[in-house]
């Protein structure tokens, strides 16, 4: 059974910097990709970083790049996303999910084929 838990959202101004991390089953590296995803208001859920299936480098959409950056900590069984220079459109719930291995649909394409979700953290970007 894959379980993912999520940390470390909060208010922070704009400008600011977090570190979310996901907590994941022990083993699931071995079968998954996981991949982060955020969803705001009346808005679709986005893929913010994860493992590009095609040449195993992190994807991160151009609204992102340069600003988050995702780690993997095999030891302690957790994925972080470090997120700077956070600006009000960086508002949402984040969620980690894991992706199975034989599946070439990373978050590039979308979110149908991450099978297993954490709870979400809320993120919120104050001026």
């Known amino acids: 059974q894959v379980q993912l838990v999520e940390s470390g959202g909060g208010l922070v101004q704009v400008g600011g910097s977090l570190r979310l991390s996901c907590k994941f089953s022990?083993?699931?590296?071995?079968?998954?990709?996981i991949g982060w995803f955020r969803q705001a208001p009346g808005k679709g859920r986005e893929g913010v970083a994860c493992?590009?299936?095609?040449?195993?480098?992190?994807y991160y959409p151009e609204s992102v790049k340069d600003r988050f950056t995702y780690s993997e900590d095999d030891a302690e069984n957790t994925v972080y996303l470090d997120m700077n220079d956070l600006k009000p459109e960086d508002t949402a719930v984040y969620y980690c999910?894991?992706?199975?291995?034989?599946?070439?649909?990373?978050?590039?394409?979308?979110?149908?084929?991450?099978?297993?979700w954490g709870q979400g953290t809320q993120v919120t970007v104050s001026t």
């Open positions: 022990p083993g699931t590296l071995s079968s998954f990709f």
């Open positions: 999910a894991a992706l199975p291995w034989d599946s070439y649909d990373d978050c590039r394409f979308g979110d149908a084929h991450y099978e297993h």
């Open positions: 493992i590009d299936t095609g040449d195993a480098s992190t």
